[in-house]
């Protein structure tokens, strides 16, 4: 089920995986358009429902997302298929729990402009929510992880499993990305 979509190819895709958002996902996408407005971006917002049963899908609607079911359960299964209806020369995605800050968009998307490929956010930089990451991955499993990237490939990459990150279609289709669950991210 497709919403809200137009003929008009928009410069950004927005992409919201979703189970059993609705407590947050209504104040994310007020975020994002919030964001968009302020800063003149061209952009699609595309959630992409992965079976929930509450009322997230008539959220998404009511907000004028464009709204696609996946009923592959997993969370790279769900942004696999928000990547197929992609439109944009720039992707950012982020989960729709409320834990990332939308704000952040345009500095994403101007790294992108600026050449670079592939951004991804940095939880460790700012302030974590008590309750927000587990403290096994937080003090070990992370770091331990975003650790190795830096010493075996020469990266920046301060928070591997960050969930906000934004690239190039270009890049999206260089990835040949295949997993359909939570260890999409790392695949990435």
Do not use: W
């Amino acid at each position: 089920m497709k919403m809200g979509i137009t003929n008009k190819e928009p410069e950004i895709s927005i992409i919201l995986p979703c189970l059993n958002e609705e407590e947050s996902l209504g104040l994310c996408l007020d975020k994002i358009r919030e964001v968009v407005a302020k800063n003149g971006l061209d952009v699609e917002i595309i959630v992409v429902d992965n079976g929930s049963t509450d009322l997230s899908c008539k959220i998404a609607m009511e907000k004028k997302a464009s709204l696609i079911s996946e009923p592959e359960q997993g969370y790279g299964a769900a942004y696999l298929r928000g990547f197929a209806e992609a439109r944009g020369k720039y992707i950012f995605i982020a989960d729709s729990d409320g834990s990332y800050d939308f704000g952040e968009i345009p500095s994403f998307i101007n790294q992108l402009k600026a050449g670079y490929d592939f951004i991804i956010g940095n939880r460790f930089k700012g302030h974590i929510e008590k309750g927000a990451m587990p403290l096994l991955r937080r003090y070990i499993g992370n770091p331990i992880l975003s650790g190795l990237l830096r010493i075996f490939f020469r990266t920046d990459i301060h928070d591997s499993q960050c969930g906000m990150r934004a690239f190039t279609k270009d890049v999206l289709n260089k990835l040949s990305l295949k997993a359909t669950g939570m260890e999409f991210a790392s695949e990435m």
